[in-house]
């Protein structure tokens, strides 16, 4: 069993940054594909970034050159950090893990608001 918890939201102005962190509560955390998603009012949830557990990483085209997700393996952490903020950007964000893909990630975080006012 994995156990997720998102902090770090709140209020930005755009063109603000925020850290996301994740604190992960899993044994063998390092072998878990780490993922960050998003839900916006009235939109479905989203895929943001994700991390595989060797080490690659992926970006919605939304967050590429704007976001980077992070690991600290020592500390069972992962971090999603959020540079130039938009109004779009305004959110649910998700954490999640998965042992095999995060198409459907088994295991997610109660999520934390973040939001961009203009």
């Known amino acids: 069993q994995v156990q997720l918890v998102e902090s770090g939201g709140g209020l930005v102005q755009a063109g603000g940054s925020l850290l996301l962190s994740c604190a992960a509560s899993?044994?063998?955390?390092?072998?878990?594909?780490m993922g960050w998603f998003r839900q916006a009012p009235g939109k479905e949830r989203e895929f943001v970034a994700a991390?595989?557990?060797?080490?690659?990483?992926s970006y919605a085209d939304s967050a590429k050159g704007r976001f980077t997700i992070s690991y600290d393996n020592a500390q069972n952490m992962v971090y999603l950090q959020m540079n130039s903020l938009r109004p779009e950007d305004t959110a649910v964000y998700y954490c999640a893990a998965d042992r095999s893909s995060l198409i459907r990630p088994d295991y997610w975080g109660q999520g934390t608001q973040v939001t961009v006012s203009s």
């Open positions: 991390r595989t557990w060797r080490g690659g990483t």
């Open positions: 899993a044994s063998n955390f390092m072998r878990y594909n």
